[in-house]
């Protein structure tokens, strides 16, 4: 599959991973430079069942404006991607923690992997 747009050279991905994000928690990447976080996702590994899973995020205990999103329990399977587009609050400087946030409504064991695009500058 063609990606619809070339993927800029000064975009930087970084991961973080929860062994279930279907339990309240966190995980936490660092911010390999200074820049400002584009877009931000998660993949999950196993179907989330009963209630939707909340996920918030923050850099080094700031909240990011726009940076929440749903993780669907209806229709969920393993391979499902939900992303967010951050709109405020969202600029990093080297070493800062990227923190990823679940509010573990959902149920089920659910291996969940979260990124975050940071536009270097």
């Known amino acids: 599959m063609s990606l619809p747009n070339n993927r800029p050279l000064n975009v930087i991905r970084v991961f973080a991973y929860m062994a279930d994000s279907s339990t309240a928690g966190s995980a ?4 390999p430079c200074r820049g400002k976080i584009v877009k931000m996702g998660s993949v999950i590994n196993a179907a989330v069942t009963t209630a939707d899973t909340a996920i918030t995020s ?17 229709g969920a399977a393993a391979g499902d991607v939900d992303t967010a ?11 800062d ?8 409504a959902g149920s ?9 695009d940071i536009l270097v500058r």
């Not at 936490?28 to 911010?31: D, L, P, R, S, Y």
């Not at 587009?85 to 070493?95: F, Q």
């Open 97 to 104: 923690n990227i923190e990823v946030i679940s509010d573990g």
């Open 28 to 31: 936490f990447a660092i911010a």
């Open 108 to 116: 089920g064991t659910v291996p969940t992997t979260f990124f975050a």
């Open 85 to 95: 587009i951050p709109t405020a609050a969202n600029s990093v400087n080297e070493d």
């Open 58 to 74: 923050k850099i080094a205990g700031t909240a990011i404006t726009g940076g929440s999103w749903t993780i669907s329990f209806s």
